[in-house]
């Protein structure tokens, strides 16, 4: 210590929550902690309070709850646990009473919320069904461990265990799972380790969320054509989810739906609309910076109101709504039997963004989507782009400039802008269009037709020009689909695609260079280049799905088949056709590789 260390004050230093309200305070002296120190939780109760040394805890520390009951209290010597410790449940009762030396447990007991005395599964020894401690059938509480680091290499927090109240070495009493915060989030009865019932999945409230006498685990149930068995009979009940859901099905039929966060608020609620299952609402919970945060603020972003799904903003401003039904039914409450839906996007200041009319499909899904009205917008408010009617063109779009000059023309004699022409030109009205001279004859009718006039655009040659098929793979592609249950199903899937490739070749560095590229053919692998071959329509129809699913990849190849770039197109289309034939035609569910 030197001289001028003993006429240093200690100083108190403070941190302060977002909402202004105490998080901490320390003293200091000589910049490291030497005093007392005390936390809060952001409600203003006592979080911690603790005893520092020249930088190092020495002392007692003690925590609380965010309601104020006391939930650990240990002794340190020069930053390590000595001496006792004890921690206790919310209800006051003790909960862990143990010996401690340099930060090493010297003894334990621990105890369930009523006092029964508690040992971990680690030291639990199964002989047969029957689980043994200290060479006796266990009678007890047992604690399990899902979040051990040798199952998941996740960090270990004893207060999500589960236990199990246990009699002779048998489950039989309760299963109970719990908070971070230690209150009881599940419930389940067992009888001489037999499977009773679900008999509660709690909020962080207490208030039991099951709201059906009986409630079984989806694995119990058997999925015949779209109705769910539990033995012989429809099922009628409760079914909850590993994934923090519950759903409710009467005579086999799932009738509602809710999802929950991992602290046990509502996360989306779904019912029957129209025969389909409709969420109704959804939450998201994100950072001060909007990225998903467990721990984070609870935001309403989508909702179902009128036949509609609603998204929002975190701001709270409207983001898109759209039609749910989309397809053709005989429903009453079908917005009057209407041919379309409609799709609407919002920028953040409330202005539309985009509008979009489609036609309805058929029941199947088939036939439809076609867009017969649509309107793109500045944010400013100005329209930006829109379908328009004409009595020769099938598809006719015009663009504005922000000052409302137009910006661009776009016809096309099928639904498709791409397969047509499209004329542009700069805010004074100049034609600023890029052609080609060989397609100047080709437009002459249509400029007619338009009143454009004679082409003052940009005229350029046709460069040399070659078309070439390639063999491209996705290597480790997947797709990401939902299951019935609420779970992430992953389906491997490595993509393999003939492309019709346009190569132009530039005369500066001699050198062809890709132009446009179109898919001829594609199929998945259910392996890594073998396997069965399947499509899209394949997962479509074996999961009954209803949206295309989601895919990725993360690794890229060409030419598998063979391909040599002395080839010739017809020589390229047969190496595929016969590389493809290999791998038969995938024809069961089963065939797939799936992961959850």
Same mark, same amino acid.
């Given at each position: 210590?030197?001289?001028?260390?003993?006429?240093?004050?200690?100083?108190?230093?403070?941190?302060?929550?977002?909402?202004?309200?105490?998080?901490?305070?320390?003293?200091?002296?000589?910049?490291?902690?030497?005093?007392?120190?005390?936390?809060?939780?952001?409600?203003?109760?006592?979080?911690?309070?603790?005893?520092?040394?020249? %930088?190092?805890?020495?002392?007692?520390?003690?925590?609380?709850?965010?309601?104020?009951?006391?939930?650990?209290?240990?002794?340190?010597?020069?930053?390590?646990?000595?001496?006792?410790?004890?921690? &206790? &449940?919310?209800?006051?009762?003790?909960?862990?009473?143990?010996?401690?030396?340099?930060?090493?447990?010297?003894?334990?007991?621990?105890?369930?919320?009523?006092?029964?005395?508690?040992?971990?599964?680690?030291?639990?020894?199964?002989?047969?069904?029957?689980?043994?401690?200290?060479?006796?059938?266990?009678?007890?509480?047992?604690?399990?461990?899902?979040?051990?680091?040798?199952?998941?290499?996740? =960090?270990?927090?004893?207060?999500?265990?589960?236990?199990?109240?246990?009699?002779?070495?048998?489950?039989?009493?309760?299963?109970?799972?719990?908070?971070?915060?230690?209150?009881?989030?599940?419930?389940?009865?067992?009888?001489?380790?037999?499977?009773?019932?679900?008999?509660?999945?709690?909020?962080?409230?207490?208030?039991?969320?099951?709201?059906?006498?009986?409630?079984?685990?989806?694995?119990?149930?058997?999925?015949?054509?779209?109705?769910?068995?539990? %033995?012989?009979?429809?099922?009628?009940?409760?079914?909850?989810?590993?994934? %923090?859901?519950?759903? =409710?099905?009467?005579?086999?039929?799932?009738?509602?739906?809710?999802?929950?966060?991992?602290? %046990?608020?509502?996360?989306?609620?779904?019912?029957?609309?129209?025969?389909?299952?409709?969420?109704?609402?959804?939450?998201?919970?994100?950072?001060?910076?909007?990225?998903?945060?467990?721990?984070?603020?609870?935001?309403?972003?989508?909702?179902?109101?009128?036949?509609?799904?609603?998204?929002?903003?975190?701001?709270?401003?409207?983001?898109?709504?759209?039609?749910? =039904?989309?397809?053709?039914?005989?429903?009453?409450?079908?917005?009057?039997?209407?041919?379309?839906?409609?799709?609407?996007?919002?920028?953040?200041?409330?202005?539309?963004?985009?509008?979009?009319?489609?036609?309805?499909?058929?029941?199947?899904?088939?036939?439809?989507?076609?867009?017969?009205?649509?309107?793109?917008?500045?944010?400013?408010?100005?329209?930006?782009?829109?379908? =328009?009617?004409?009595?020769?063109?099938?598809?006719?779009?015009?663009?504005?400039?922000?000052?409302?000059?137009?910006?661009?023309?776009?016809?096309?004699?099928?639904?498709?802008?791409?397969?047509?022409?499209?004329?542009?030109?700069?805010?004074?009205?100049?034609?600023?269009?890029?052609?080609?001279?060989?397609?100047?004859?080709?437009?002459?009718?249509?400029?007619?037709?338009?009143?454009?006039?004679?082409?003052?655009?940009?005229?350029?040659?046709?460069?040399?020009?070659?078309?070439?098929?390639?063999?491209?793979?996705?290597?480790?592609?997947?797709?990401?689909?939902?299951?019935?249950?609420?779970?992430?199903?992953?389906?491997?899937?490595?993509?393999?695609?003939?492309?019709?490739?346009?190569?132009?070749?530039?005369?500066?560095?001699?050198?062809?260079?890709?132009?446009?590229?179109?898919?001829?053919?594609?199929?998945?692998?259910?392996?890594?280049?073998?396997?069965?071959?399947?499509?899209?329509?394949?997962?479509?129809?074996?999961?009954?799905?209803?949206?295309?699913?989601?895919?990725?990849?993360?690794?890229?190849?060409?030419? &598998?088949?063979?391909?040599?770039?002395?080839?010739?197109?017809?020589?390229?289309?047969?190496?595929?056709?016969?590389?493809?034939?290999?791998?038969?035609?995938?024809?069961?569910?089963?065939?797939?590789?799936?992961?959850?």
């Amino acid at each position: 210590m030197g001289i001028f260390d003993l006429f240093d004050k200690p100083k108190v230093e403070k941190e302060f929550y977002e909402n202004g309200k105490l998080k901490n305070e320390a003293t200091y002296k000589s910049g490291k902690k030497n005093g007392p120190e005390k936390g809060y939780h952001e409600n203003g109760n006592l979080h911690y309070e603790c005893e520092w040394i020249n %930088g190092e805890q020495d002392g007692e520390i003690t925590s609380y709850d965010e309601d104020g009951n006391k939930k650990k209290q240990s002794f340190l010597k020069k930053g390590f646990y000595d001496g006792p410790q004890k921690e &206790w &449940w919310p209800n006051g009762k003790l909960r862990a009473e143990r010996i401690m030396k340099n930060n090493e447990i010297i003894s334990e007991e621990t105890y369930s919320q009523n006092g029964t005395v508690v040992v971990f599964e680690d030291k639990i020894e199964d002989i047969g069904i029957v689980s043994h401690y200290n060479g006796k059938p266990f009678t007890g509480v047992m604690f399990v461990d899902p979040y051990a680091p040798a199952k998941n290499f996740a =960090v270990k927090y004893w207060w999500v265990n589960e236990q199990y109240e246990m009699v002779d070495g048998l489950k039989d009493g309760l299963k109970s799972e719990f908070y971070e915060n230690g209150k009881i989030k599940m419930q389940t009865k067992f009888s001489k380790d037999e499977f009773i019932n679900i008999i509660g999945y709690f909020d962080p409230q207490g208030n039991n969320l099951i709201e059906t006498e009986r409630c079984l685990t989806y694995d119990m149930l058997e999925e015949k054509n779209d109705i769910y068995f539990h %033995g012989d009979k429809p099922y009628n009940g409760s079914i909850i989810y590993s994934g %923090g859901s519950i759903s =409710v099905f009467a005579d086999g039929i799932k009738v509602s739906s809710k999802h929950y966060f991992l602290d %046990g608020t509502i996360k989306t609620i779904s019912e029957i609309v129209d025969n389909d299952l409709v969420e109704l609402k959804g939450w998201i919970k994100v950072d001060e910076e909007g990225n998903y945060d467990e721990n984070g603020k609870k935001i309403l972003v989508r909702e179902y109101k009128d036949g509609r799904k609603l998204e929002y903003y975190e701001t709270g401003n409207i983001k898109s709504e759209s039609d749910v =039904v989309r397809r053709k039914t005989d429903s009453v409450s079908d917005s009057d039997s209407k041919n379309t839906f409609v799709e609407i996007k919002y920028f953040e200041n409330g202005n539309i963004q985009r509008k979009e009319v489609k036609t309805k499909y058929d029941a199947d899904g088939n036939n439809g989507g076609v867009t017969v009205e649509y309107k793109l917008y500045y944010e400013s408010g100005g329209l930006r782009r829109e379908k =328009v009617e004409d009595g020769k063109f099938i598809t006719k779009y015009i663009g504005y400039h922000e000052d409302k000059t137009i910006q661009s023309i776009s016809v096309s004699n099928t639904q498709y802008e791409h397969e047509g022409h499209t004329f542009a030109f700069d805010e004074k009205g100049n034609e600023i269009t890029i052609r080609y001279e060989e397609q100047l004859s080709e437009e002459e009718s249509i400029r007619k037709y338009l009143n454009l006039g004679k082409f003052k655009g940009v005229l350029k040659s046709k460069p040399k020009e070659r078309e070439i098929l390639t063999h491209e793979i996705m290597t480790k592609g997947g797709f990401m689909i939902e299951s019935d249950e609420g779970k992430t199903i992953d389906i491997f899937g490595q993509r393999h695609t003939l492309v019709t490739e346009i190569q132009i070749w530039n005369e500066e560095s001699e050198e062809w260079e890709e132009g446009d590229r179109e898919e001829s053919d594609d199929f998945y692998l259910t392996e890594y280049e073998k396997g069965y071959r399947f499509s899209e329509d394949d997962i479509m129809n074996h999961f009954n799905l209803d949206e295309w699913p989601e895919w990725d990849y993360n690794g890229f190849s060409n030419d &598998w088949c063979g391909i040599e770039d002395d080839d010739d197109n017809e020589t390229r289309q047969k190496k595929w056709d016969d590389y493809k034939s290999k791998f038969p035609k995938l024809t069961s569910k089963e065939q797939f590789d799936v992961t959850s």
